[in-house]
DNA sequence: TCTTGAAGCTCTAGTGACTAGAGCAATTAC
DNA sequence: GTAATTGCTCTAGTCACTAGAGCTTCAAGA
C-alpha cells in the first residue's frame, strides 16, 4: 500500500492534486489507515499515472474521465477514444498556430524599436495603432 | 461619446469585460448619463484597443498595466517596453516548442491504433504505459 | 405622449485545473 | 520518547473572464 506522498513521487501529480483528483471523481477514494490516511494499491498508483500523462499530453479533465471510462470496456470498439486523441489533436495544431502568429507579430514589434524613449518606442506604438501590424491575429 | 455598448462594437472587447476592467483598474471610470450609464470618451476607446491589441498578443494583464503605465510617460527610456514584449515573445516561443512535442506524441498516439476494440487501442494502451512514448514530453 | 424592446445597471457565482495556507493529527526515524 | 515529516480538512486565491438574476434607462416608432 502506498501513502499520498508515495503515490505523489511515483508518478509526479502532487500531494494536493490528487486530492483535487479525488474528490473531482477522476480519481476514487482510496481506503484509509486506522488514523484516517490514505493508503492506494498498485491499481490506484497506474489510474493516477495514466491521469498524469493524459494531463501532459494537454487533455482535459472531461476526456480524460471518457478515456477512464473506455479503459473499463475492453471489448467495446475504439472509435470514442480514437476520436478524442484526434480532436485533441486538432487542438493542439490550432493553438501551435495562432502562436506561430503572435510570435510573428511580437518579433517584428519587439526587434523594430530603435527608439530610445517611451515616446518613440516601436512597441508602444505598435501596441497603439493597430494599423502598425503586418496582419490579422488574435 | 460612447455608450458602453458601442465601445464593444469599436473596440471588439464584450461588454461585461469593459466592465471587469473598470473593477482591475485597467481602464478608468468613465463619466456617467443621469441615468448612471457609463460614457466614454474617444480617449477611453483609444485605452481599450491598446488593451485588446494587447491582449490578443497574449500579454497578461499586469504586464499590460505596464504598458499603460509607460505610455503616459513619453520622455522615459523604453527598455522596459521593449522588455516585456521580448519577454513575452520567449514564452509564446516557448508554449510553441511545448505543443510541437505534444502535437508529435499525439500524432503518433493517434494514427498507430489500428485495433478495433478499446482492448487493443493504441491510443488508451499508449495512455497507460509512458514507456510506449516516443520521447519525453510534459 | 406612450409603448415596447434593446441596452444598461449591480451583484453574485461559476469556469478550469489547480495552488496556498491555517491549524491540527498521525506516522516514522532515531 | 521525541522531533521531524507527512498527512488531514477546510477555506480561499489564481487568471481572465463569463453567466445569470432582477432591475432601470434609453431610443425609436405609432
Redesign the interface.
Known amino acids: 500500500m502506498f501513502s499520498i506522498g508515495d503515490l505523489s513521487r511515483r508518478t509526479g501529480v502532487k500531494v494536493p492534486t490528487i486530492r483535487y483528483y479525488e474528490q473531482m471523481g477522476l480519481v476514487a477514494a482510496p481506503e484509509r489507515s486506522e488514523g484516517n490516511q490514505r493508503r492506494y494499491s498498485r491499481q490506484e498508483l ?1 489510474r493516477l ?2 491521469i ?7 487533455f482535459a479533465v472531461e476526456d480524460i474521465r471518457s ?1 477512464i471510462d ?2 473499463g ?6 472509435g470514442h ?2 476520436k ?3 480532436e ?2 486538432i487542438s ?2 490550432e ?2 498556430a495562432q ?2 502568429r ?2 510573428a ?3 517584428r ?2 526587434t523594430c ?1 530603435n ?7 516601436y ?2 506604438r505598435a ?2 495603432d ?1 494599423a502598425l501590424c503586418a496582419d490579422e ?2
Chains 1, 2 share one sequence.
Open positions: 497506474e499515472a495514466f498524469r500523462h493524459a494531463r501532459d499530453l494537454g478515456l473506455l479503459s470496456h475492453p471489448e467495446q470498439p475504439c477514444a480514437d478524442i486523441a484526434e485533441q489533436l493542439v495544431r493553438k501551435i502562436l506561430k503572435l510570435e507579430e511580437l518579433e514589434i519587439a524599436c527608439g530610445q524613449t517611451v515616446g518613440d518606442c512597441v508602444i501596441l497603439s493597430h491575429h488574435g
